[in-house]
């Protein structure tokens, strides 16, 4: 069983459009993570959420909206898709809020065109 | 900007030869990971070393933690073709907020 899972895999749409990214972990844990790695790799965190609770939101463009259903879910939703959101996109998510290891799923290579 | 930073950005290597990536950080910190990432996958967590710790081994693993010099470096022994990969380090301060440094892109050749 996948730990942490991400749908799609893929995902290529065109400018202006608006997508979702699904996480699902069955880790049981209270913390996940939304992650954007660009195409030199670098990877930079862009929300946390704790016990479906917003900690972390890093500055990222309103266009980018998170939503945790429960403890097991961190969807992520962007509006108005521009060509620089092209990249991966990793979810991950780690035991508790501090000091833990953190498990990623596979990413979502975004695509705009 | 990156709280860490990689060093080399790219190391190729013989099989069954010791890889040793550095990688260096800024500020303070509570612990300090490292993570593999193998071509088009997700990262895996590798091992995680706290800030009063020195040296943590794990298989053919050696990680070291100076914090004196804001540094850490990760160990391959007898590196393998399947040890090919991106390798991260993470710095963890306040809460778990994980910041990586760019990677080193390590090449084993059979």
């Known amino acids: 069983d996948t730990a942490v899972s991400q749908t799609p895999k893929y995902l290529v749409t065109q400018m202006g459009n608006d997508k979702s990214i699904k996480c699902e972990q069955n880790?049981?844990?209270?913390?996940m993570y939304w992650y954007k790695q660009d195409s030199k790799k670098f990877l930079k965190i862009m929300f946390s959420?704790?016990?479906?609770?917003?900690?972390i939101n890093e500055t990222v463009p309103n266009r980018f909206s998170p939503k945790s259903p429960d403890k097991a879910h961190l969807n992520l939703h962007i509006n108005s898709l521009e060509l620089g959101d092209s990249a991966v996109y990793f979810c991950a998510s780690s035991h508790a809020w501090t000091g833990y290891e953190q498990y990623f799923g596979p990413g979502t290579r975004l695509t705009v065109t | 900007s990156q709280q860490g930073e990689e060093d080399p950005q790219a190391l190729s290597i013989q099989e069954g030869e010791n890889a040793t990536m550095n990688c260096s950080y800024k500020t303070s910190i509570n612990n300090l990971q490292w993570y593999r990432q193998n071509s088009g996958r997700g990262l895996v967590h590798l091992i995680l070393?706290?800030?009063?710790?020195r040296e943590k081994h794990s298989g053919r693993l050696r990680v070291t933690l100076d914090t004196s010099k804001k540094s850490s470096s990760l160990l391959i022994t007898a590196s393998r073709a399947a040890d090919t990969a991106s390798y991260f380090c993470a710095t963890s301060n306040a809460g778990n907020m994980l910041t990586f440094g760019g990677g080193t892109r390590l090449m084993v050749k059979p």
């Open positions: 070393i706290r800030s009063n710790e």
């Open positions: 959420y704790n016990n479906k609770e917003l900690i």
């Open positions: 880790l049981g844990h209270d913390t």
